[in-house]
Structures are given as C-alpha cells and as structure tokens.
C-alpha cells in the first residue's frame, strides 16, 4: 500500500484521506485506549497532520489529559462516536491517525507497544517488537523500526 490511505467513521458522515506515508505504526496498552476502544489496547499511526485532509463531514473534539500526563485532542463523529485521530499537544506536526478506520487495513503491522505495564494479563507480547513500559521519550526507534519492517 502507499499514500494516499481513505478512511471514515462507521456510519459514513466522515470521510478522510491521508496523502503521506505513515510515520510508524504501534499498539497502546494504556487504560485510556482500553476504554477508548472497549478492548485490551488502541492503536496509532502517526503521519504528518498537514496529510489529513477530511474530505466529508466535520469531527467532533474531545480534550483530554492522557495516563502520560499530556494533553491530546480527540477527534471522532458525533453521530456514530468512531475515534478518528488523536492530536498530541506535544507535537502539533504529528496526527495519531486510529487505523482501524482506514478502508483497507490488510498492510497494518505493528512494529511497537507502548504501555506494556498496563497490558491485560492474557495478552502476548512479541518480543520481535519495540516494547515500553510507559510513553517512550522519544519515538526515534518506533519511526525507524516502521522504515525497516
């Protein structure tokens, strides 16, 4: 797969296109994801936010203060509640692009997990992956790992 990536929510009102490559692409354990996708993670896709481009429709914002303790803009549709992207305050270049929104999610591999301390008990950890405890410092690693694999 290569750029652009077309997405949307579940009922159709919001329709996206990302017209970069991904940065990387990793699995969060961290109780916000749990809750935020009524399972035992999340994932994200970083890409450049100047790449998203929202084609139909208009995202709904939620502000909120993750388990990192840094503030991230959450943009989903208002009618069928589908989490789209999230923004981190801490990098205003970078869209975290949920990427079980994508149409065509058959090229997603993860190459990290962030917030293995808080993985349910029953989830296997590959230790072919990039593996943290907490939020990383920096995202070098993860970015470079998505450019090998």
Request: proline share 6%.
């Given at each position: 797969?290569?750029?652009?990536?077309?997405?949307?929510?579940?009922?159709?009102?919001?329709?996206?296109?990302?017209?970069?490559?991904?940065?990387?692409?990793?699995?969060?354990?961290c109780?916000?994801?749990?809750?935020?996708?009524?399972?035992?993670?999340?994932?994200?896709?970083?890409?450049?936010?100047?790449?998203?481009?929202?084609?139909?429709?208009?995202?709904?914002q939620?502000?909120?203060?993750?388990?990192?303790?840094?503030?991230?803009?959450?943009?989903?549709?208002?009618?069928?509640?589908?989490?789209?992207?999230?923004?981190?305050?801490?990098?205003?270049?970078?869209?975290?692009?949920?990427?079980?929104?994508?149409?065509?999610?058959?090229?997603?591999?993860?190459?990290?997990?962030?917030?293995?301390?808080?993985?349910?008990?029953?989830?296997?950890?590959?230790?072919?992956?990039?593996?943290?405890?907490?939020?990383?410092?920096?995202?070098?690693?993860?970015?470079?790992?998505?450019?090998?694999?």
């Amino acid at each position: 797969m290569s750029a652009p990536y077309t997405g949307g929510c579940q009922c159709g009102q919001i329709r996206y296109e990302i017209r970069s490559e991904p940065l990387t692409l990793y699995v969060c354990h961290c109780q916000e994801c749990q809750k935020q996708s009524s399972s035992a993670f999340g994932m994200s896709m970083p890409v450049p936010r100047a790449a998203v481009v929202i084609l139909q429709g208009q995202p709904k914002q939620w502000v909120r203060v993750g388990n990192s303790g840094r503030e991230v803009s959450c943009l989903f549709c208002e009618n069928c509640g589908t989490r789209l992207f999230h923004n981190p305050a801490r990098n205003l270049k970078i869209t975290n692009v949920k990427p079980g929104t994508l149409d065509d999610t058959s090229w997603l591999r993860p190459v990290g997990n962030l917030w293995t301390r808080s993985s349910q008990k029953w989830v296997v950890l590959s230790e072919q992956m990039l593996n943290y405890a907490a939020q990383p410092e920096d995202f070098h690693e993860l970015f470079e790992r998505f450019r090998i694999d």
